[in-house]
Protein backbone atom coordinates (compact mmCIF):
# COMPACT_ATOMS: atom_id res chain seq x y z
CA UNK A 1 0.00 0.00 0.00
CA UNK A 2 2.62 2.36 0.70
CA UNK A 3 4.80 1.92 -2.49
CA UNK A 4 1.36 2.40 -4.79
CA UNK A 5 0.82 5.34 -2.48
CA UNK A 6 4.89 6.47 -3.35
CA UNK A 7 4.47 6.00 -6.77
CA UNK A 8 1.16 7.82 -7.20
CA UNK A 9 2.97 10.99 -5.29
CA UNK A 10 5.95 10.53 -7.93
CA UNK A 11 3.43 10.02 -10.78
CA UNK A 12 1.39 13.22 -9.50
CA UNK A 13 4.68 15.34 -9.18
CA UNK A 14 6.28 14.23 -12.47
CA UNK A 15 2.67 15.47 -14.34
CA UNK A 16 2.59 18.40 -12.44
CA UNK A 17 6.23 19.33 -13.04
CA UNK A 18 5.60 18.95 -16.95
CA UNK A 19 2.83 20.63 -16.78
CA UNK A 20 3.99 23.76 -15.66
CA UNK A 21 4.00 26.52 -17.56
CA UNK A 22 6.06 29.01 -17.01
CA UNK A 23 5.51 32.51 -16.87
CA UNK A 24 6.72 35.29 -18.98
CA UNK A 25 9.76 36.40 -17.19
CA UNK A 26 11.51 33.03 -17.01
CA UNK A 27 14.78 32.85 -18.77
CA UNK A 28 16.83 30.10 -19.80
CA UNK A 29 20.88 30.02 -20.10
CA UNK A 30 23.90 27.70 -21.06
CA UNK A 31 26.10 27.25 -18.00
CA UNK A 32 29.43 27.06 -19.04
CA UNK A 33 31.78 26.00 -16.10
CA UNK A 34 35.46 26.53 -15.91
CA UNK A 35 38.38 23.92 -15.34
CA UNK A 36 39.30 22.44 -12.41
CA UNK A 37 42.53 21.24 -10.73
CA UNK A 38 41.80 17.56 -11.35
CA UNK A 39 42.55 15.65 -14.93
CA UNK A 40 38.56 14.32 -14.71
CA UNK A 41 37.25 18.03 -14.56
CA UNK A 42 40.13 19.97 -16.65
CA UNK A 43 37.97 20.35 -19.55
CA UNK A 44 35.04 22.16 -17.93
CA UNK A 45 31.35 21.69 -17.55
CA UNK A 46 28.08 22.89 -19.34
CA UNK A 47 24.58 22.69 -18.24
CA UNK A 48 21.29 24.15 -18.91
CA UNK A 49 19.59 26.89 -16.07
CA UNK A 50 15.94 27.39 -16.01
CA UNK A 51 14.89 30.49 -13.69
CA UNK A 52 11.15 31.37 -13.23
CA UNK A 53 10.84 34.05 -10.04
CA UNK A 54 6.83 33.65 -10.59
CA UNK A 55 7.11 30.12 -10.03
CA UNK A 56 9.86 29.96 -7.81
CA UNK A 57 11.80 28.03 -10.25
CA UNK A 58 15.78 28.29 -10.40
CA UNK A 59 17.16 24.57 -11.30
CA UNK A 60 20.22 23.28 -13.70
CA UNK A 61 20.11 20.18 -15.66
CA UNK A 62 22.99 18.77 -16.81
CA UNK A 63 24.66 15.52 -18.47
CA UNK A 64 27.71 15.31 -16.73
CA UNK A 65 26.43 12.73 -13.75
CA UNK A 66 27.34 8.85 -13.48
CA UNK A 67 25.93 6.51 -10.41
CA UNK A 68 28.79 5.09 -8.58
CA UNK A 69 26.09 2.34 -7.69
CA UNK A 70 26.41 0.66 -11.35
CA UNK A 71 27.44 -2.78 -10.49
CA UNK A 72 30.73 -3.26 -12.30
CA UNK A 73 31.27 0.29 -11.94
CA UNK A 74 35.21 0.75 -13.16
CA UNK A 75 34.98 -2.26 -15.55
CA UNK A 76 31.82 -0.34 -17.28
CA UNK A 77 34.30 2.55 -16.80
CA UNK A 78 36.74 0.83 -18.49
CA UNK A 79 35.72 -0.75 -21.25
CA UNK A 80 33.69 2.11 -22.28
CA UNK A 81 29.85 0.67 -21.52
CA UNK A 82 29.35 3.26 -18.59
CA UNK A 83 26.13 5.11 -18.75
CA UNK A 84 25.97 8.87 -17.51
CA UNK A 85 23.11 10.52 -16.04
CA UNK A 86 21.33 13.54 -16.48
CA UNK A 87 21.46 15.41 -13.60
CA UNK A 88 18.87 18.18 -11.73
CA UNK A 89 20.21 20.42 -8.82
CA UNK A 90 18.90 23.66 -7.56
CA UNK A 91 21.15 26.82 -8.94
CA UNK A 92 21.99 27.75 -5.31
CA UNK A 93 23.79 24.15 -4.64
CA UNK A 94 25.39 24.19 -8.08
CA UNK A 95 26.80 27.95 -7.35
CA UNK A 96 28.17 26.70 -3.80
CA UNK A 97 29.87 23.69 -5.47
CA UNK A 98 31.65 25.26 -8.24
CA UNK A 99 32.40 28.40 -5.74
CA UNK A 100 33.73 25.58 -3.30
CA UNK A 101 36.19 24.00 -5.90
CA UNK A 102 36.97 27.82 -7.43
CA UNK A 103 35.68 27.48 -10.27
CA UNK A 104 34.05 29.82 -12.88
CA UNK A 105 30.85 29.98 -14.20
CA UNK A 106 29.36 32.32 -16.86
CA UNK A 107 25.74 32.46 -18.30
CA UNK A 108 24.42 33.13 -21.57
CA UNK A 109 20.52 33.90 -21.77
CA UNK A 110 18.84 32.63 -24.71
CA UNK A 111 16.81 34.34 -27.32
CA UNK A 112 13.90 32.11 -27.35
CA UNK A 113 10.49 33.06 -26.97
CA UNK A 114 7.58 32.05 -24.46
CA UNK A 115 6.51 28.92 -26.67
CA UNK A 116 10.26 27.81 -27.04
CA UNK A 117 11.18 28.50 -23.38
CA UNK A 118 8.27 26.08 -22.71
CA UNK A 119 9.09 23.66 -25.45
CA UNK A 120 13.18 23.26 -24.26
CA UNK A 121 11.67 23.27 -20.38
CA UNK A 122 9.41 20.45 -20.96
CA UNK A 123 12.11 18.47 -23.23
CA UNK A 124 14.05 18.53 -20.24
CA UNK A 125 11.52 17.35 -17.91
CA UNK A 126 11.44 14.63 -20.22
CA UNK A 127 14.54 13.97 -20.71
CA UNK A 128 15.14 13.79 -16.83
CA UNK A 129 12.42 11.30 -16.54
CA UNK A 130 13.92 7.26 -15.13
CA UNK A 131 13.70 5.99 -17.84
CA UNK A 132 15.73 8.89 -20.23
CA UNK A 133 17.92 10.10 -18.22
CA UNK A 134 21.15 7.47 -19.03
CA UNK A 135 23.16 8.37 -22.24
CA UNK A 136 26.15 5.99 -23.16
CA UNK A 137 28.89 8.52 -22.77
CA UNK A 138 31.66 9.74 -25.31
CA UNK A 139 34.30 12.04 -24.68
CA UNK A 140 34.39 13.90 -28.12
CA UNK A 141 30.67 12.86 -29.61
CA UNK A 142 28.19 12.77 -27.16
CA UNK A 143 29.28 14.70 -23.60
CA UNK A 144 27.99 17.27 -21.33
CA UNK A 145 28.78 20.10 -23.69
CA UNK A 146 27.39 18.21 -27.08
CA UNK A 147 24.23 17.55 -25.57
CA UNK A 148 23.63 21.42 -25.37
CA UNK A 149 23.82 22.01 -28.57
CA UNK A 150 21.84 18.53 -29.64
CA UNK A 151 19.37 19.25 -27.34
CA UNK A 152 18.38 23.45 -28.82
CA UNK A 153 19.31 21.60 -32.34
CA UNK A 154 16.22 19.23 -31.25
CA UNK A 155 14.04 21.70 -29.63
CA UNK A 156 14.21 24.14 -32.96
CA UNK A 157 14.20 21.36 -35.41
CA UNK A 158 17.36 21.66 -36.46
CA UNK A 159 17.14 25.63 -37.28
CA UNK A 160 20.76 26.70 -35.45
CA UNK A 161 23.88 27.79 -37.19
CA UNK A 162 26.77 27.61 -35.08
CA UNK A 163 29.04 29.43 -36.99
CA UNK A 164 33.03 29.39 -35.56
CA UNK A 165 34.19 32.66 -33.60
CA UNK A 166 36.02 35.11 -34.67
CA UNK A 167 39.06 33.39 -32.56
CA UNK A 168 38.55 29.85 -34.26
CA UNK A 169 41.22 28.34 -35.67
CA UNK A 170 41.36 24.42 -37.62
CA UNK A 171 42.69 21.46 -35.01
CA UNK A 172 42.69 18.10 -34.23
CA UNK A 173 41.30 17.17 -31.42
CA UNK A 174 44.12 15.87 -29.84
CA UNK A 175 44.94 19.52 -30.05
CA UNK A 176 41.99 21.03 -28.41
CA UNK A 177 42.45 18.74 -25.48
CA UNK A 178 46.19 19.49 -24.65
CA UNK A 179 45.16 23.35 -25.35
CA UNK A 180 43.13 22.79 -21.68
CA UNK A 181 46.32 20.92 -20.59
CA UNK A 182 49.97 21.57 -19.13
CA UNK A 183 51.84 19.73 -21.70
CA UNK A 184 54.53 19.44 -18.81
CA UNK A 185 51.76 17.30 -16.28
CA UNK A 186 50.96 13.92 -16.00
CA UNK A 187 47.70 13.99 -17.29
CA UNK A 188 48.75 15.10 -20.40
CA UNK A 189 51.27 12.75 -21.11
CA UNK A 190 48.94 9.68 -19.70
CA UNK A 191 46.16 10.85 -22.62
CA UNK A 192 48.99 11.03 -25.39
CA UNK A 193 49.52 7.73 -24.41
CA UNK A 194 46.29 6.11 -23.92
CA UNK A 195 44.71 7.84 -26.66
CA UNK A 196 45.56 7.04 -30.88
CA UNK A 197 45.87 8.49 -34.33
CA UNK A 198 42.07 8.48 -34.21
CA UNK A 199 42.11 11.96 -31.98
CA UNK A 200 44.84 13.38 -34.67
CA UNK A 201 42.54 13.47 -37.05
CA UNK A 202 41.12 17.33 -37.78
CA UNK A 203 37.92 18.63 -35.82
CA UNK A 204 35.23 20.03 -38.01
CA UNK A 205 33.89 23.07 -36.64
CA UNK A 206 31.02 21.76 -34.90
CA UNK A 207 33.32 18.85 -33.66
CA UNK A 208 34.76 21.54 -31.45
CA UNK A 209 32.29 22.05 -29.37
CA UNK A 210 32.91 18.67 -27.53
CA UNK A 211 34.92 21.26 -25.37
CA UNK A 212 32.26 23.19 -23.05
CA UNK A 213 34.57 26.15 -23.51
CA UNK A 214 34.11 26.13 -27.49
CA UNK A 215 30.11 25.61 -26.74
CA UNK A 216 30.62 29.33 -24.95
CA UNK A 217 32.22 30.73 -28.19
CA UNK A 218 30.38 29.13 -30.97
CA UNK A 219 26.98 30.46 -29.01
CA UNK A 220 28.25 33.66 -29.04
CA UNK A 221 27.91 34.01 -33.14
CA UNK A 222 25.59 31.24 -33.10
CA UNK A 223 21.98 32.30 -34.85
CA UNK A 224 18.76 30.19 -35.46
CA UNK A 225 15.56 30.54 -37.51
CA UNK A 226 14.38 31.97 -40.94
CA UNK A 227 15.32 35.33 -39.56
CA UNK A 228 18.81 34.22 -38.43
CA UNK A 229 18.47 36.18 -35.37
CA UNK A 230 21.17 35.88 -32.45
CA UNK A 231 20.77 32.72 -29.94
CA UNK A 232 22.27 34.61 -27.06
CA UNK A 233 20.96 37.46 -25.97
CA UNK A 234 23.35 38.79 -23.10
CA UNK A 235 26.20 37.18 -21.08
CA UNK A 236 26.82 37.00 -18.05
CA UNK A 237 29.61 36.04 -15.62
CA UNK A 238 28.34 34.82 -12.21
CA UNK A 239 31.28 33.57 -10.34
CA UNK A 240 35.34 34.20 -11.26
CA UNK A 241 37.40 31.82 -10.17
CA UNK A 242 40.37 33.13 -8.34
CA UNK A 243 44.33 32.69 -9.62
CA UNK A 244 45.38 29.08 -8.58
CA UNK A 245 49.55 28.88 -8.61
CA UNK A 246 50.71 25.37 -10.06
CA UNK A 247 50.53 22.23 -7.29
CA UNK A 248 53.36 20.55 -8.95
CA UNK A 249 56.87 21.27 -8.69
CA UNK A 250 59.10 20.88 -12.21
CA UNK A 251 61.39 18.58 -10.48
CA UNK A 252 58.02 16.35 -10.26
CA UNK A 253 56.82 16.84 -13.69
CA UNK A 254 57.07 13.70 -16.34
CA UNK A 255 59.89 15.61 -18.61
CA UNK A 256 62.27 16.22 -15.85
CA UNK A 257 61.32 12.91 -14.26
CA UNK A 258 61.41 10.48 -17.68
CA UNK A 259 64.68 13.12 -18.60
CA UNK A 260 66.50 11.55 -15.56
CA UNK A 261 65.45 7.92 -16.51
CA UNK A 262 66.75 8.76 -19.22
CA UNK A 263 70.02 9.95 -18.56
CA UNK A 264 69.84 6.72 -15.56
CA UNK A 265 69.61 4.52 -18.73
CA UNK A 266 72.60 5.98 -21.09
CA UNK A 267 74.98 6.41 -18.26
CA UNK A 268 74.55 2.67 -17.12
CA UNK A 269 74.64 1.65 -20.75
CA UNK A 270 77.88 3.78 -21.43
CA UNK A 271 79.51 1.85 -18.11
CA UNK A 272 78.16 -1.41 -19.64
CA UNK A 273 79.60 -0.17 -22.96
CA UNK A 274 83.50 0.72 -20.88
CA UNK A 275 83.63 -2.55 -19.48
CA UNK A 276 81.61 -4.77 -21.67
CA UNK A 277 79.12 -6.56 -19.47
CA UNK A 278 75.41 -5.73 -18.87
CA UNK A 279 73.30 -4.74 -16.48
CA UNK A 280 70.38 -7.14 -16.34
CA UNK A 281 68.30 -5.36 -14.22
CA UNK A 282 68.11 -2.42 -16.22
CA UNK A 283 67.01 -4.79 -19.16
CA UNK A 284 64.99 -6.48 -17.18
CA UNK A 285 63.52 -3.33 -15.79
CA UNK A 286 62.84 -2.11 -19.59
CA UNK A 287 61.58 -5.38 -21.18
CA UNK A 288 58.51 -6.01 -18.10
CA UNK A 289 57.72 -1.93 -18.05
CA UNK A 290 57.08 -1.39 -22.33
CA UNK A 291 55.83 -4.84 -22.28
CA UNK A 292 52.89 -3.86 -19.64
CA UNK A 293 52.28 -0.59 -21.12
CA UNK A 294 52.23 -2.41 -24.22
CA UNK A 295 49.70 -4.92 -23.04
CA UNK A 296 47.82 -1.85 -21.20
CA UNK A 297 47.70 -0.23 -24.60
CA UNK A 298 46.31 -3.04 -26.72
CA UNK A 299 43.51 -3.78 -24.29
CA UNK A 300 42.25 -0.50 -24.07
CA UNK A 301 42.36 -0.86 -28.43
CA UNK A 302 40.86 -3.78 -29.24
CA UNK A 303 39.03 -5.03 -25.51
CA UNK A 304 37.03 -1.61 -25.32
CA UNK A 305 34.61 0.36 -26.77
CA UNK A 306 36.67 3.78 -26.81
CA UNK A 307 36.91 4.63 -30.23
CA UNK A 308 39.58 7.34 -28.91
CA UNK A 309 41.84 4.61 -28.29
CA UNK A 310 42.09 2.81 -31.33
CA UNK A 311 45.29 2.82 -34.04
CA UNK A 312 47.52 3.44 -31.18
CA UNK A 313 50.79 3.95 -32.15
CA UNK A 314 52.56 4.19 -28.80
CA UNK A 315 52.67 0.24 -29.26
CA UNK A 316 56.01 0.94 -31.53
CA UNK A 317 57.96 1.70 -28.18
CA UNK A 318 55.95 0.06 -25.64
CA UNK A 319 55.84 -3.55 -26.89
CA UNK A 320 53.70 -6.17 -25.62
CA UNK A 321 56.25 -8.73 -26.99
CA UNK A 322 58.52 -7.67 -24.85
CA UNK A 323 57.03 -9.65 -21.46
CA UNK A 324 57.84 -12.43 -23.84
CA UNK A 325 61.10 -11.91 -24.02
CA UNK A 326 61.95 -11.29 -20.07
CA UNK A 327 63.21 -15.00 -19.83
CA UNK A 328 66.02 -14.19 -22.65
CA UNK A 329 67.28 -10.90 -20.69
CA UNK A 330 68.31 -12.95 -17.57
CA UNK A 331 70.39 -15.17 -19.39
CA UNK A 332 74.11 -15.01 -19.85
CA UNK A 333 73.72 -16.75 -23.35
CA UNK A 334 70.61 -15.72 -25.49
CA UNK A 335 68.68 -17.46 -28.15
CA UNK A 336 70.20 -16.81 -32.31
CA UNK A 337 66.86 -15.02 -32.70
CA UNK A 338 67.28 -12.34 -29.60
CA UNK A 339 69.39 -9.69 -31.39
CA UNK A 340 67.18 -9.98 -34.59
CA UNK A 341 64.42 -9.09 -32.18
CA UNK A 342 66.75 -6.43 -30.59
CA UNK A 343 66.70 -4.79 -33.94
CA UNK A 344 63.18 -5.45 -34.62
CA UNK A 345 62.27 -2.99 -31.65
CA UNK A 346 65.00 -0.21 -32.99
CA UNK A 347 63.09 -0.67 -36.48
CA UNK A 348 59.70 -0.33 -34.43
CA UNK A 349 61.23 2.89 -33.23
CA UNK A 350 62.66 4.25 -36.63
CA UNK A 351 58.70 3.64 -37.28
CA UNK A 352 57.43 5.97 -34.41
CA UNK A 353 59.51 9.01 -35.64
CA UNK A 354 58.55 8.38 -38.67
CA UNK A 355 54.86 7.83 -37.58
CA UNK A 356 55.47 11.40 -35.79
CA UNK A 357 57.22 13.30 -38.07
CA UNK A 358 54.54 12.78 -41.08
CA UNK A 359 52.01 13.37 -38.26
CA UNK A 360 50.23 10.32 -38.70
CA UNK A 361 50.03 10.40 -34.41
CA UNK A 362 51.57 13.04 -32.30
CA UNK A 363 53.31 11.25 -29.15
CA UNK A 364 53.92 12.95 -25.53
CA UNK A 365 56.94 15.30 -26.23
CA UNK A 366 58.17 14.55 -22.58
CA UNK A 367 58.94 10.71 -23.48
CA UNK A 368 61.04 11.74 -26.32
CA UNK A 369 64.35 11.42 -23.86
CA UNK A 370 63.20 8.17 -23.31
CA UNK A 371 63.13 6.95 -26.83
CA UNK A 372 66.42 8.22 -27.35
CA UNK A 373 67.52 6.45 -24.54
CA UNK A 374 65.77 3.07 -25.49
CA UNK A 375 67.00 3.53 -28.72
CA UNK A 376 70.65 3.70 -27.68
CA UNK A 377 69.91 0.89 -25.49
CA UNK A 378 68.76 -1.75 -28.08
CA UNK A 379 71.21 -0.77 -30.49
CA UNK A 380 73.84 -1.52 -27.57
CA UNK A 381 72.27 -4.96 -26.39
CA UNK A 382 72.45 -5.77 -30.19
CA UNK A 383 75.99 -5.14 -30.95
CA UNK A 384 76.65 -6.89 -27.49
CA UNK A 385 75.07 -10.17 -28.15
CA UNK A 386 76.19 -10.42 -31.83
CA UNK A 387 80.04 -10.22 -30.72
CA UNK A 388 78.95 -12.78 -27.84
CA UNK A 389 78.33 -16.60 -28.15
CA UNK A 390 74.28 -17.08 -27.85
CA UNK A 391 72.64 -20.53 -27.67
Known amino acids: MRLRVTLLIVFLCLTQAYAQTLS ?82 NAQTLNLDPSQKQTLYNFLISNYKPENRAYLYDFFFDNCATRIKDVLATVSHNSINFNPPNTYKDATFRTLIQNNLSQNSWGSVG ?62 RPFFILSLLAFLI ?10 YKRTKLLDGIIFLVTGITGVVILLLWFATDHEATHNNYNVLWANALNILSLFQISKAKVSPWFPRYLKFNLILLALLAFHWISGVQVFATALAPLFLALAIRYAYLTKYFSNTTVL
Open 24 to 105: PKAEISVLTVGPGNSLNDAFGHSAFRVKDPHLGIDVVYGYGAYDFDTPNFYLKFTQGKLNYMMSKTDFSRFYRIYAYYNRSI
Open 266 to 275: LFITYRDYQY
Open 191 to 252: IDIALGAVIDTMASPEEHMFLPENIYAFFKNTTFGATKAPLITSSTSLLEAKPAKSELHFLL
